[in-house]
């Protein structure tokens, strides 16, 4: 019945003229990792970021991108509480996990999406998961930046922000790398 319903309005939208709003996650798809047709297999094996066949919860909390606390460009942004990270873990177990173990097996995945289930959009974005510098690649650079440019006329201030961040994480691994040197070893100011 789901199933004809979500046929009936998707059709009877596309003969109208409108188009049914974009899924959570095909928004992420597109707007993460440049892709426009996957199957939902593949979408799987995408987020199972240690090839276990199950989505774990650091799995999940990734997917939607609530581990990070900087953004693709390069500025800080608050933190994701515990709270609403176990919300989004909860939500997704609670639609998902059958089989009670606290994780999302690639079978119970393809039963909820078979059933015609959508991961939800929690309002969080399209779920940036990638460290500093990829999503600075895919967000900007790739937009923006053609393969033979050098830095010289890199001036937006996406860039610029990048930059400073970046010599931000060079100068604390520099320091954290002294930390690990005993006292009487480093230099004294």
């Not at 240690?50 to 460009?73: A, C, E, F, M, R």
């Not at 999302?104 to 939800?120: N, R």
């Amino acid at each position: 019945m789901r199933h004809t319903f979500r046929f009936a309005l998707t059709w009877f939208l596309a003969f109208a003229g409108l188009s049914a709003a974009e899924s959570w996650a095909a928004t992420h798809m597109r707007e993460e990792h440049n892709i426009e047709n996957y199957d939902t297999a593949a979408f799987f094996a995408l987020h199972d970021s240690d090839n276990s066949h199950y989505w774990t919860k650091q799995d999940i909390l990734s997917l939607y991108g609530v581990l990070h606390t900087v953004d693709p460009t390069g500025h800080r942004k608050q933190p994701v509480t515990a709270d609403e990270q176990d919300k989004v873990y909860n939500t997704v177990i609670g639609l998902m996990d059958t089989d009670t173990d606290g994780s999302v097996s690639l079978d119970e995945w393809l039963a909820f999406t078979q059933q015609g289930g959508d991961l939800p959009d929690f309002g969080l974005g399209p779920g940036h998961h990638g460290d500093v510098e990829y999503e600075y690649e895919i967000h900007h650079w790739l937009k923006y930046h053609s393969e033979d440019e050098h830095d010289e006329p890199l001036n937006h201030p996406e860039d610029i922000e990048h930059e400073k961040l970046f010599h931000h994480m060079e100068d604390q691994a520099i320091k954290d790398q002294h930390m690990n040197i005993p006292l009487k070893f480093r230099v004294q100011d």
